[in-house]
């Protein structure tokens, strides 16, 4: 277990959602005193119709400031349940932690004369029920932080990953859930090129690696399943590649091995170009994108150059026509949804071919600040520029995370500077795209569920 | 002939062989499956189709313990083998022509990450123009990427070669892969009596699999595979030199080996092959023919009417053709004052077959000279024929009184 201990819930407040009425406040009350004087609810909605209103309670802090101004340690953190626990026989009565709290979660609760603070009701809130707007909710927050951390980093530290780089994260995140027992081949490209194989001698991951050929990734990952399976051992056939091996001069020998349905997990880390030799165009860069073979200028004839000219290939689709396993698209700034398919296709792999497609922002190569990568990759699922979904050849095709209003396209296009030249030409022709895509893919949703 | 003496002679009678009526492909196919390969992988493809049919019936039937993956095409057919064989798997394929074209981006890496592959090429000509039959193009246009090549002369000698390969591809001096070249058309689809080990010989004779002891990719002994080398920065070039030349001294290494291996089948089995050189009559012969592949019967036949009619010519044919053995062609060298080399192929930069273009860098070490000339025929499946080869003998004989032409000749070009 982690430092801050377990998985941790927490009460979450929607504001917009909030009407003032003060129903969480008696449930607490009742809750906790007995009464119904909502002076003396742990939780306080606090402000005004007009100006919004806000939440005064205890945020369970990882970093408690209350329990550092304690001076009679009658406050701890428990690392079981991630509550801050009151002892009443240890507290003065200095009220020292009253100050040291930002968020108003510890006051004196007049009808006792102690301080009083949210236990969150032993993991059963009065409150939450309580709210007729569904303002609040109780949910689990950090479960992959805790859980993961307590896995093994194989990667080792130090990788030469770009400032911010989404792919460097993807890899560390799907490595320790997929273990030791694990080939991992990773193809020319940002994988390698940040170190996992090494160089010169020295290797970047702790677990057998390999450079395949840019071409070759299934096919050679194929050979190394099938020699495990002929003499009974279980090991996991990882690929973590890019889009522009997998989806140009890759693509024979991954259709080729998910065809045979080889027992492999075949991850694509989708960054919309060759990214790690210099951002050129692949066939999964979307129709508009500047790229480095892609440039903008004033062009032949007069006819600008603005860009590709065509839309991206779908490569996950093409996958979930060869009826893998398991096909899955999924997202960073989703990462409950991306463990969850990861879960997924690991089993999948172990009965046949399991495809997972990540779109992976790249600051350098998208031209966006490298503090704004999970907001970028957020706006691509918030737009429906991309979506993320599942399929197995049982259930079909769903959405895990449907967007069913989405903002506009230029919410997302507006974020990086690949897009900056877009003519409003350009913009509607990539709105129309995002809508038919959406279209197109429902159908298959519904096709593929009946 | 070169041989090689073992300390130790093999004691060990083999058992009463079956006799059989096969033709060259599917003696490969029989060749392999007493190696007992753990994978094979397979694409169809003229004239080497028949030789991976007969591998997917022989496990189909039962009698040969491999996987077999039908891959969609032969860059990841031999893609598939380098995974298995970093899992430690024995691995097996075929190919030619066109199929051998494609395939190169693996092809070139097979022998520098030192995997002990065996392949087949069932040789054929390089298109364009279009062809599908027999001629050493193909084999010959990747002579120079550290695999070993051999080329058979019969139907027996590819049985019993396939197998050899694997022993020699797998010992630790070598540790690199190794072609089987058949001649397309007339090994693979000649038919000739062989006579089959018996599966237990076989395996005394190949002892134990050892494949992937220096390189590996398994959770038990994790390793990166293929770091990132050389660059002027860091440690600079040293490992990839080092590599390198590891990898040349792998190639001289396999010379020894070919010959102790061969030895030791003869010991084992009672058929002596020539491992690198085979001289043919060249004891008291001028001049001599040099030749590759299965036109070394006609050839030889040629020879022995000629050495009937009082004219002393003998013959140089060619087993191991990479690495070159020059030691043994320089041995046979020292016999004779002219020579003709004959091609089944071409070499496009020097106007003459690549042969003769590798034999005149042996000629130069020498160390006297010895006027020589090219001829080009059987392209494109074309018969050498017993009449062709006087040809070559009588213009090979002019070279002792007349200077040598630079142009080669081309016999076939108006048959």
């Not at chain 2, 090994?187 to 076989?202: F, H, I, K």
């Not at chain 2, 008291?284 to 010519?313: F, N, P």
Request: with cysteine.
């Amino acid at each position: 277990m982690g430092m801050f201990g377990g998985a941790y819930n927490t009460i979450a407040f929607d504001a917009n959602k909030c009407d003032g009425c003060g129903d969480c406040m008696t449930a607490c009350a009742t809750a906790k005193t007995g009464t119904v004087d909502q002076s003396r609810s742990r939780i306080q909605i606090v402000g005004s119709e007009a100006e919004g209103f806000e939440l005064a309670l205890c945020r369970q802090c990882a970093d408690p400031k209350c329990v550092t101004v304690c001076p009679a340690a009658a406050l701890t953190k428990n690392y079981a349940n991630g509550v801050i626990d009151w002892n009443a026989d240890k507290c003065v009565d200095c009220l020292l932690c009253t100050v040291g709290c930002a968020y108003a979660g510890i006051a004196l609760d007049a009808g006792t004369g102690h301080v009083a603070k949210c236990d969150t009701c032993d993991g059963a809130p009065a409150c939450v029920p309580a709210c007729p707007h569904d303002a609040l909710t109780y949910v689990t927050t950090s479960r992959i932080y805790n859980e993961v951390g307590d896995w093994e980093d194989l990667f080792a530290p130090g990788l030469a990953g770009c400032q911010g780089c989404n792919t460097e994260l993807l890899m560390r995140h799907t490595l320790r859930r997929v273990g030791p027992e694990t080939v991992l081949a990773t193809p020319p490209g940002c994988v390698p090129g940040m170190g996992s194989v090494g160089f010169n001698g020295t290797t970047g991951t702790k677990i057998p690696v390999f450079h395949p050929l840019l071409t070759n990734t299934a096919a050679m990952l194929a050979g190394v399943k099938r020699q495990y399976k002929r003499v009974g051992r279980d090991v996991t056939a990882l690929a973590i590649a890019g889009d522009g091996g997998a989806s140009d001069v890759g693509f024979q020998s991954l259709s080729g091995a998910a065809e045979r349905n080889e027992q492999i997990l075949f991850m694509v880390v989708d960054n919309e170009g060759y990214m790690n030799t210099g951002m050129q165009r692949s066939s999964c860069t979307p129709y508009g994108a500047w790229t480095s073979t892609t440039p903008i200028g004033k062009g032949p004839g007069n006819i600008p150059s603005q860009g590709k000219t065509q839309d991206a290939k779908n490569l996950p689709l093409i996958m979930v026509n060869h009826r893998c396993e398991y096909v899955a698209t999924a997202s960073t700034a989703y990462m409950e949804d991306l463990y969850d398919k990861l879960d997924k296709a690991i089993q999948a792999s172990k009965r046949g071919f399991a495809y997972l497609h990540v779109y992976s922002p790249c600051t350098t190569g998208w031209r966006f600040p490298t503090d704004q990568n999970m907001e970028v990759a957020r706006k691509a699922v918030e737009t429906n520029f991309v979506m993320l979904w599942e399929y197995n050849p049982t259930d079909g095709l769903h959405f895990t995370k449907p967007v069913d209003d989405p903002l506009p396209v230029t919410e997302y296009l507006k974020a990086m500077g690949r897009f900056r030249h877009l003519s409003p030409d350009q913009i509607s022709h990539i709105q129309g795209k995002v809508v038919e895509n959406l279209a197109f893919v429902k159908q298959m949703a519904h096709r593929e569920a009946v | 002939m070169t041989t090689a003496t073992l300390e130790t002679p093999i004691q060990a009678k083999p058992a009463k062989q079956k006799v059989m009526l096969v033709e060259g492909n599917e003696a490969a196919a029989l060749g392999v499956a007493l190696a007992r390969p753990d994978m094979v992988a397979v694409y169809p493809i003229t004239p080497q189709s028949s030789l991976v049919e007969h591998v997917a019936k022989l496990i189909a039937d039962g009698k040969m313990d491999a996987d077999i993956v039908d891959a969609e095409g032969e860059h990841s057919v031999l893609s598939v083998l380098q995974g298995g064989a970093l899992a430690g798997a024995r691995t097996y394929t075929a190919t030619c022509g066109p199929g051998l074209a494609f395939m190169f981006e693996p092809y070139f890496r097979t022998s520098g990450m030192r995997l002990p592959i065996v392949m087949s090429i069932v040789t054929r000509d390089g298109i364009t123009p279009q062809s599908v039959w027999g001629g050493h193009q193909d084999a010959m246009t990747v002579r120079e990427v550290g695999w070993v090549q051999v080329y058979c002369e019969t139907v027996q000698e590819v049985l019993d070669t396939t197998i050899m390969a694997f022993k020699i591809a797998e010992h630790h001096d070598v540790m690199l892969p190794v072609n089987i070249c058949l001649d397309g058309n007339y090994l693979s689809y000649g038919t000739s009596r062989v006579e089959l080990p018996n599966q237990e010989d076989v395996d005394a004779f190949m002892g134990a699999k050892d494949v992937n002891w220096h390189v590996a990719l398994d959770p038990l002994r994790p390793m990166a595979v293929d770091p990132l080398t050389g660059g002027s920065g860091g440690k600079g070039p040293s490992t990839f030199v080092r590599y390198r030349k590891g990898q040349c001294k792998g190639m001289q290494n396999s010379l020894r080996v070919i010959e102790e291996i061969h030895e030791e089948w003869a010991q084992r089995f009672g058929r002596r092959f020539a491992p690198l050189v085979e001289e043919y009559r060249l004891d008291g012969a001028d001049y001599a023919i040099m030749t590759l592949g299965s036109m070394t019967g006609a050839a030889k036949d040629a020879i022995d009417e000629a050495r009937d009619a009082g004219r002393k010519v003998g013959l140089i044919k060619i087993k191991t053709f990479s690495p070159f053995p020059i030691d043994a062609l320089l041995k046979s060298f020292a016999k004779i004052q002219a020579l003709g080399v004959v091609d089944r192929s071409v070499g496009f930069r020097w106007n003459c077959g690549p042969m003769y273009q590798e034999t005149m860098g042996v000629l130069y070490r020498l160390g006297r000279h010895i006027p020589s000339m090219s001829f080009i025929g059987g392209l494109a499946g074309a018969d050498i024929t017993v009449g062709h080869f006087h040809r070559v003998i009588e213009a090979t004989e002019k070279l002792l009184s007349n200077p040598a032409p630079i142009e080669p000749v081309w016999l076939n070009e108006k048959d």
